[in-house]
Nanobody, 119 residues
Framework: VKVAESGGGSVQAGESLTLSCARS????????MEWYRQAPGKGREFVSS???????KYATSVEGRFSISTDITESTLYLQMNSLKHEDTAVYYC??????????????WGLGTQVTVSS
């Protein structure tokens, strides 16, 4: 199983981008998906999550501007980012969680996609 992000790029402040996180390979069951980001010189921070039941959570800094969703097969994760700010500049990573048949969990991470917002 692998996951890969796409959709990053360079935009002006106020513009929008949609990130995708596609999973290749099947999993037993999903235990949720998340987006994180890491700005230059900073640690990785939580951006948004969607649980296996569809419950969505957002970091305060993106609440009301970003929207997380999945496709109907729950193999692709999206992050719609509106009203982008310079401080949103970061490498964005996705994580897809598998609940295994043995009762454990496995987390699959992508390599990240760069988002650069010019002010």
């Amino acid at each position: 199983v692998k996951v890969a992000e796409s959709g990053g790029g360079s935009v002006q402040a106020g513009e929008s981008l949609t990130l995708s996180c596609a999973r290749s390979g099947d999993i037993y069951s999903s235990c949720g998906m998340e987006w994180y980001r890491q700005a230059p010189g900073k640690g990785r921070e939580f951006v948004s999550s969607i649980s296996s039941r569809g419950i969505k959570k957002y970091a305060t800094s993106v609440e009301g501007r970003f929207s997380i969703s999945t496709d109907i097969t729950e193999s692709t994760l999206y992050l719609q980012m509106n009203s982008l700010k310079h401080e949103d500049t970061a490498v964005y990573y996705c994580m897809q969680c598998e609940a295994t048949v043995t009762g454990g969990t496995t987390k699959y991470w992508g390599l990240g996609t760069q988002v650069t917002v010019s002010s």
